[in-house]
């Protein structure tokens, strides 16, 4: 399966964007959570937010709980997440994947976050 994730770019701190990520297989897609995950320049990929497979349940990292919100459309094999009040510590490149068992990582979109 392949993994896309858009829509980073460049943003001043305090602002939003609002990341994409589709999926090669809808079967894929539809049997499994999904999240966000993010790396940043020389530290170790966490987990930003996760989300079920119907969608009802979500779960945030402590240090973006509030301020970003995860959400999916399994008829278009999409997750979103949608990114406010973005601080300097933001900046990584983001991924999306399963939770807990990641299979192949996608190339990721980079976000930065000037102060």
């Known amino acids: 399966v392949q993994l896309q994730a858009s829509g980073g770019g460049l943003v001043q701190a305090g602002g939003s964007l609002r990341l994409s990520c589709s999926t090669s297989?809808?079967?894929?897609?539809?049997?499994?959570?999904m999240a966000w995950y993010r790396q940043a320049p020389g530290k170790q990929r966490e987990l930003v937010a996760s989300?079920?497979?119907?969608?009802?349940?979500?779960n945030y990292a402590d240090f973006v709980k509030v301020r970003f919100t995860i959400s999916r459309d399994n008829a278009r094999k999409t997750i979103n997440l949608q990114m406010n009040s973005l601080k300097p510590e933001d900046t990584a490149v983001y991924y999306c994947n399963r939770p807990l068992t990641p299979v192949n990582w996608g190339q990721g979109t980079l976000v930065t976050v000037s102060s």
């Open positions: 989300i079920t497979v119907g969608g009802a349940s979500t």
């Open positions: 297989s809808q079967v894929f897609f539809v049997v499994n959570d």
